[in-house]
């Protein structure tokens, strides 16, 4: 019994797993998110293989649902880019989340990045931040304007070095 299972889970992935990460590609345009997401879904089908009557409607809607998680995250970080960027007030040269902010953002000390990324990117008020890091108010406030200072002054001099 366990071995035909394990053979027809084998053939359904052989099957759909390749039109699967295809059709996720399409939709968040990065290979590697694509298979992330396929390989995702059929892990959760393996989880839950002896309860699902059609495998191949549960891979598919599983994909999309993280497809949507993901697009989500991205709206998250473009709006904390964002933020990020107009409070410093630097305007961004394109809509997209730049991968050189995110390395900024990174390279902060963890008492400034922590604030930041709980702040602009969770978009937790200061109140919340305050009580998930244990620091007064003023203090996440005064940590909050260091991070902004901070990447601005690194902002401005990668803008610099472009002109």
Known sequence: MKRSRDKAASELFAALYPRLAGWCRGLVDDD???????????????????????PRGFLYVTAANLV??????????????????????????????????????QSLPERLRVPILLHYFADMPIREVSVLTGRKEGTVKADLHAARELLRFHIRRSLDHTV
């Open 32 to 54: 590697e998110t694509a298979h992330e997401i396929a390989s995702e879904s059929f892990t959760r089908l393996w989880a839950r293989w002896n309860r699902v009557t059609e």
């Open 68 to 105: 949507r998680d993901h697009w989500r995250k991205l709206e998250r970080e473009r709006r904390a880019m964002r933020r990020v960027t107009t409070e410093a007030e630097v305007h961004p040269r394109n809509e997209q989340a730049d991968p050189s902010m995110r390395l900024l953002v």
